[in-house]
Every structure is written in C-alpha cells, then in structure tokens.
T-cell receptor, first 116, second 116 residues
Framework: DAGVTQSPTHLIKTRGQQVTLRCSPK?????VSWYQQALGQGPQFIFQ???????QRGNFPDRFSGHQFPNYSSELNVNALLLGDSALYLC???????????????FGPGTRLTVL | GQQLNQSPQSMFIQEGEDVSMNCTSS?????WLWYKQDPGEGPVLLIA?????ELTSNGRLTAQFGITRKDSFLNISASIPSDVGIYFC????????????????FGSGTQLTVLP
C-alpha cells in the first residue's frame, strides 16, 4: 500500500518564476492538504482540496493556487516566486467521505523548494 | 489566529532517560496530534487524541489531551537513539456541524537529541 508520494523531491527556481508541485494521496484517501514548512518551523496550512474544490484556505496570498484531479491527486502552483517561498512543501492526505468527517492526515516526504 | 506554544524547543538526554514535552494553546482544539519528523522526511503520526482528558499510549510513547482542551503533553519512556528527531504537536478544530474545516495548526517543534 503506497503512502503519500510527492514530486519532485527537490527544486531550484529563481525569483519571479512559477512552480508546480505534485502529490498523490494514500490509497483510499480523497482529501489533500498542502502545508509550507520553513526551516526550523512547524508546517503552516496553505489549503485543502476535496471533490476537486478548494475547501479551506490558510493565510497565504493568491500566488498560491491548487488543483485536485478526479483521481484525488493534487497540484500546488506558486506564481511570481519570492525568496521567502523557499521551504519544504508538504502534502497530507486523509479520508473525508460522505459523512464529512475527515480522518487523520498522513504526510508525504515533501518537496524542497529553493528560490534564488 | 490560533497559535501553539510548544516546549521545550530542544532537549539533550541520555539514552534510557524519560522525556516530556508539551503544547499549550490560546484556543480550544477538538483533536490533538503528535508527529515526529526525521531530516528530509514528512511528519509521521505518533498518537492521536480525540477527547478531553484522554490518555493514550503507543509503545513507549504516552500522550494526554488536557481537560481544558487547550493543552497536551507527550512522554517518551526509556529513550533510545532512534528517538532522535523533531516532535511536533498539532491541534485541529471543527468549524461547523459537518466538520468541514479540518486544518491542522502545528507547534514549532521540539528537537530531541539522545546521547549514548
């Protein structure tokens, strides 16, 4: 049973560029959440996707956008990259189902983004 | 917004010693979670707590959900070298009756070093 997978593992971009990160949830999970983890800090919630819609959003600008596909996988897009966007980007998946109760979140290994 | 204060920030202990760390919040949480993160990896769930006053164990790990729902602690007994890593607490709230808001708020982490 594959856990949460993310790609790529590492990425280097320059200021102003755009980046797309990808996540495949754990088998049986239908909800994907994205987090940003700066060095030495805990993860910060970016947004959550369920049924291909953004359901909740943290305190992040519109430069951060996402998408969820019918197979529950997800992408995180960041436009106009800033130096401060350098971080580990974590994807977490969980099961929500029709009852609306979300199961515990399981994290992927993350994508390390460096903005130069 | 919600904030979690996690302490201590770092700990150096001898192998075999017991460890205790805690989290406090200015807000009430419905769920408390404890994660461990190794370098280059995503957080791995250790223990989940769902009821105020709940005490749950997972091997040498024991965690409690505070009665006020604003705090939680994690104990590790008889520490071993593989306990080294960063431990994060995380709280989760339910914003409405359908439980649709399930973002996690993380503490800043406790870096644990186990000396031989």
């Amino acid at each position: 049973d594959a856990g949460v997978t993310q790609s790529p593992t590492h990425l280097i971009k320059t200021r102003g560029q755009q980046v797309t990160l990808r996540c495949s949830p754990k088998s049986g999970h239908d909800t994907v959440s994205w987090y940003q983890q700066a060095l030495g800090q805990g993860p910060q919630f970016i947004f959550q996707y369920y049924e291909e819609e953004e359901r909740q959003r943290g305190n992040f600008p519109d430069r951060f956008s996402g998408h969820q596909f019918p197979n529950y996988s997800s992408e995180l897009n960041v436009n106009a990259l800033l130096l401060g966007d350098s971080a580990l980007y974590l994807c977490a998946s969980s099961f929500r189902g029709s009852r609306g109760q979300t199961d515990t979140q399981y994290f992927g290994p993350g994508t390390r983004l460096t903005v130069l | 917004g919600q904030q979690l204060n996690q302490s201590p920030q770092s700990m150096f202990i001898q192998e075999g010693e017991d460890v205790s760390m805690n989290c406090t919040s200015s807000s009430i949480f419905n769920t408390w979670l404890w994660y461990k993160q190794d370098p280059g990896e995503g957080p791995v769930l250790l223990i989940a707590l769902y009821k105020a006053g709940e005490l749950t164990s997972n091997g040498r790990l024991t965690a409690q959900f505070g009665i006020t729902r604003k705090d939680s602690f994690l104990n590790i007994s008889a520490s071993i070298p593989s306990d080294v890593g960063i431990y994060f607490c995380a709280g989760r709230t339910t914003h409405n009756s359908s439980g649709s808001a399930r973002q996690l708020t993380f503490g800043s982490g406790t870096q644990l070093t186990v000396l031989p």
